[in-house]
């Protein structure tokens, strides 16, 4: 570690990645704080979900930093290997086993940290159960636990899937456009579970939806280009005249 990098749960610093010359990200820097909600926005390819592969370690920076807990070389890392770590990733389309109950997503979710050998031979211990219990109030699922995921609403597989990754308890849980799709109630309701979530853990969220950016009141990240290009409140990040003549006057 050097002796300038602060404290940081997530810290990338000066980071570019080409696809045949075209620069995804461009000397892109970003720090994320242990127990931070944070909000990312950005037009259509600004480079929003190539971040999140870097740091997930399905794309391999260029140059640049990426560091986990100040000190862990996320570029030296594998995918599986960063999973391990606590990084836990969201993709936008709900990936549930629908062909089973909402309450055995979970167990399975559960029970994929042990690996494939113990959860042949695992019964669920009261930890684990009053886990489960815990987490099915947490996405507001708690009603719908004996019932196939199959028959879930779109949003409620969207609260389903972020409950199956804090089943394995990320450290860092990065959830890519949840609410695309959802009712507007499911919407709000989602804003509030995020930031429940984050109560004990950081969450890095990207999203369009500028309604909803505004319930979250966290600290907004507007990428374009492949760079931040304004950081801070969402007033503060919404009125800057950048943004507008890049993202949001589009
Ligand atoms: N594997 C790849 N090969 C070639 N080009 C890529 C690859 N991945 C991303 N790009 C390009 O890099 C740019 C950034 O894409 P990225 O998907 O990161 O943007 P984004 O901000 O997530 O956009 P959106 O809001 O549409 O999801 C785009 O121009 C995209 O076409």
């Known amino acids: 570690m050097t002796e300038t990098r602060p404290r940081s749960l997530l810290y990338l610093d000066n980071v570019c990645v080409s696809f045949d010359g075209f620069k995804a990200l461009n000397s892109l820097s970003l720090v994320i704080e242990p127990g931070e909600l944070r909000a990312i926005i950005g037009p259509n390819g600004a480079g929003k979900t190539t971040m999140m592969d870097i ?37 936008q389309k709900p990936t549930v086993f629908e062909s089973h109950t909402v309450w055995d997503n979970l167990e399975l979710a559960l029970n994929r940290k042990r690996g494939v ?95 909803f950016i505004r319930d979250l009141g966290v600290k907004v990240t507007c990428l374009a280009e492949g760079s931040v290009l304004a950081e801070g409140s969402i007033d503060y990040v919404s009125n800057d005249p950048k943004v507008i003549e890049n993202y949001l006057g589009r």
Not at 78 to 89: K, S, T, V
Not at 175 to 199: F, N, R, W, Y
């Open 117 to 211: 050998f113990s959860t042949l031979f695992y019964t669920l211990t009261e930890e684990d159960k009053a886990r489960i219990e815990e987490i099915l109030a947490t996405v507001r699922l708690g009603h719908r636990s004996h019932e196939l995921a199959g028959s879930l609403s779109h949003g409620q597989k969207q609260w389903l899937e972020i409950g199956m990754l804090l089943a394995q308890e990320p450290k860092l849980l990065l959830v890519d456009e949840p609410v695309a799709g959802m009712t507007d109630a499911e919407t709000v309701e989602t804003a509030i579970l995020l930031k429940e979530i984050a109560k004990t853990r950081s969450v890095v969220v990207v999203e369009h939806d500028m309604g």
């Open 55 to 91: 740091i997930t370690g399905k794309t391999r920076p260029d140059s640049g930093e990426v560091f986990f807990e100040d000190s862990v070389d996320l570029t030296k890392k594998d995918e599986a290997d960063i999973a391990r770590l606590g990084i836990g990733r969201k993709f």
